[in-house]
Structure formats: C-alpha cells, structure tokens
C-alpha cells in the first residue's frame, strides 16, 4: 500500500509525471484490449494478409493519435511555436525537445501492440501462413478437392473440418509463430539497443548546460500556463461574485437596517473589499478583460522578473524616547 502511495505521488508531482503515467496506462489499455479482442480470421486467401496487417496497422495508429491528444507536451508545444513573436523571442530548441517528448510518449502504446501482436503469434499466421511450403511438412490434407493456397489459408482456423485428426496445421502454426516471435524479440531487443545507445553516446555530443536550459525552459512554459490558468480562475470567481453582489445591490431598495456586528468577524469590510480589490488586479469591466487575453496572446511577458523582486516594501522599526532603536525588522 505504501509502495502504491509512492506510485501515486511521483505520478502527481509535476507534469511529466502525468504524462508518463497516462503513457503507461494507455500501453496497459493496449495488452488489455488485445487481449481481449476476439481475432477470426477469415481463412480465405485474398483476405487474410488485408486482415491481419489491418490488425496490427489500425490499433496502433488509434493508440498514437490517442497519446498525441492526451499528452500535455502536444499544446504547449503548439502553443509556443504558433504565438506571435511579442516581447519575448521564441527558442527552436525548447519546441524541439517537447516534440521529442510528445512523439517518444505517444509511441510507447503502439510499439507496445505491436509487440504483444507478434510475441502472441496468431496474426502472423494468418497473414503468412499461405507463404509456408507445404512441403515442408507432412501430412497435408489432399483428399478435400481444395488447391493447396486455400488449404494453407485456413491454417488459422484450427475448427476447420480439413484439419481434424491432423498434425499438418500445427505443425504450420508452430513454425510461423517462431518467425513471429523472433521478429517481435528482435524489434524489442533493437529497440533496448537503440535506448542504451542514445543514453550514453548523447552527453558525449551535447553540452549538458545546454539541455538543462533547454528542459528548464520546457518546464517554464507548462508551469506558466497552468499558473495563468489558475490566476484566471480566481479572478472570474471574484469577478462573478462581484457582478452577482452589484446587480443584488441595485435590486434592494433604500432601505437602512440596524443589524449589530458579529464579534467573531476580525476583519473590517474595507480590509475584505481590498483583499478582494488585490485579486482582481485592477480589472473590472469586460473591455479589460478582454484585452488581457489579447495582449497575452500576442505579447507574452519578457522573462524579467527585476521589477517585482526587487520592489520596495514597508519596514517598520520602534524607536524610544531618546531615538534609539529598540527593534527593526529592516
């Protein structure tokens, strides 16, 4: 359980997390829905290699878009090479490193499908099996009226009356499904090779510095979003209430009521309209609005941050009769 809580935090700790979590869900849903998916072939020469490359082709085109759609990395990459230039110029290099992450996540679901298809063998054997030379084998069935293509195309069908009591479809099945496997471990086995290179090999021609920059500004663009998201949410609840309050305010009539204050309320009304005030940042009408998100759009803020660090704030110090200072908290 604690083991499970450690999952789910790392999961939920930034971005990245989620989209590598979503990845990893989306390759689970792939083992789980082939197998769970009900494969016939059709057992019939002109259609067996059309069905089965559809099986293997289709699934993982559908799991690819499906990891593009869900990947977080996909908008804010779109975002950042579609924006007008503004204040702020663009960086080839962080757009280029979030489609680098966008595509390695979306594919992890379609490699693993195919993977699982030619681990498990029966597609490869119902496109493929028409390729076999029977005479390989023995036992061929002989005494049905059918030419061989069709008797080796409906090895997959292992209900087939032709094949009862026989060990030719078997043996057939047998001997495809090895090829398939030793294509699906070899496409794994690469895939682990190329990995392993590209981890060692890459610090040996990149600057280090340079791909730090690169991930940090990365990671800036996705937390700035979401902070903007977030701030938007805030002041259209703030801005709401007070479009709410006002027009409840103009309804009520003239009337004055003497109501005694509540002594658990610290806060004075002036301190809660200028907390109020403070959160809706000074705009107020819809034009403001409005030309919040256009100036936003079209000119992002320069990456400056010296104004508002370093701006000045009230300090207070208590002084004695004499001057002397008695405390400061300069």
């Not at 230039?85 to 595509?103: E, Q, T």
């Not at 099945?173 to 392993?196: D, E, P, T």
């Amino acid at each position: 359980m604690e083991r499970l809580k450690l999952v789910l935090q790392y999961f939920q700790s930034n971005s990245e997390s989620i989209s590598n979590g979503i990845c990893i869900i989306l390759a689970l849903v792939s083992v789980k829905l082939y197998t769970s998916f009900d494969f016939n072939c059709p057992c019939l020469p002109q259609y067996n290699k059309l069905y089965s490359l559809g099986v293997m082709i289709v699934p993982p085109i559908i799991l690819f878009f499906l990891g593009v759609l869900v990947n977080r990395h996909t908008g804010v990459m779109m975002d950042e090479w579609m924006r007008p230039v503004g204040k702020r110029s663009k960086n080839p290099a962080v757009v280029k490193y979030l489609f680098s992450a966008m595509i390695q996540r979306a594919l992890l679901a379609p490699m693993v499908w195919i993977l699982v298809t030619l681990l498990d063998g029966k597609i490869f054997i119902c496109a493929f099996s028409v390729s076999v030379d029977p005479a390989l084998f023995s036992g061929l069935p002989n005494n049905t009226g059918l030419d061989v293509i069709k008797i080796m195309a409906k090895i997959p069908c292992k209900e087939d009356i032709i094949f009862s009591n026989s060990s030719f479809r078997k043996a057939v099945s047998r001997y495809v499904r090895c090829y398939s496997q030793a294509v699906g471990w070899s496409i794994l086995l690469l895939l682990i090779v190329l990995g392993a290179l590209g981890r060692l090999i890459k610090p040996c021609f990149d600057d280090h510095s340079t791909f730090l920059q690169t991930r940090y500004w990365s990671n800036y663009l996705d937390v700035e979003q979401k902070v903007f998201d977030e701030t938007c949410i805030l002041h259209a609840r703030d801005f709401a209430r007070k479009c709410v309050v006002q027009f409840f305010e103009d309804m009520r009539e003239d009337t004055i009521l003497h109501i005694p204050h509540p002594p658990f309320n610290k806060h004075s009304k002036e301190e809660w309209e200028e907390e109020e005030e403070e959160r809706l940042h000074g705009i107020t009408k819809e034009e403001q609005v409005d030309q919040l998100f256009t100036k936003w759009y079209y000119s992002k803020p320069e990456l400056d941050v010296t104004r508002i660090a370093h701006r000045p704030r009230m300090c207070v110090t208590w002084e004695n009769h004499e001057g002397k200072t008695l405390y400061s908290d300069v």
